[in-house]
């Protein structure tokens, strides 16, 4: 059975930084991709970043490239996403989700998904 659990959310402000983790289970992470997705208050969910369970490839939205991270732990069967330099608009629940390969972004290729964590930026 597949699962898929986050953990790592907060309350942090503006310019600092959190680790969301995504423990899966039911499967090894060689053969699929890992999304991380975050839907906001009113708003539709959004690709964040995936990673390739092949070849380790990693992909980002324009909107977090060079303050969030994507990496992989296959002893623990855990994918992370750090996220620096926080801001308010990173406001919002962050799912992570099975898809197939090649990853990529796309919503209807993730058919697996966790509860969500909730992150919240403000001072």
């Known amino acids: 059975q597949v699962q898929l659990v986050e953990s790592g959310g907060g309350l942090v402000q503006p310019g600092g930084s959190l680790r969301l983790s995504c423990a899966v289970s039911?499967?090894?992470?060689?053969?699929?991709?890992i999304g991380w997705f975050r839907q906001a208050p009113g708003k539709e969910r959004e690709g964040v970043s995936c990673i390739s369970g092949s070849d380790g490839s990693t992909y980002y939205a324009d909107s977090v490239k060079g303050r969030f991270y994507i990496s992989r732990d296959d002893a623990k069967n855990t994918v992370y996403l750090q996220m620096n330099s926080l801001k308010p608009e990173d406001t919002a629940v962050y799912y992570c989700?099975?898809?197939?390969?090649?990853?990529?972004?796309?919503?209807?290729?993730?058919?697996?998904w966790g509860q969500g964590t909730q992150v919240t930026v403000s001072s």
């Open positions: 039911g499967f090894t992470l060689d053969y699929y991709a």
């Open positions: 989700a099975t898809g197939t390969l090649p990853a990529r972004l796309i919503e209807d290729e993730y058919g697996s």
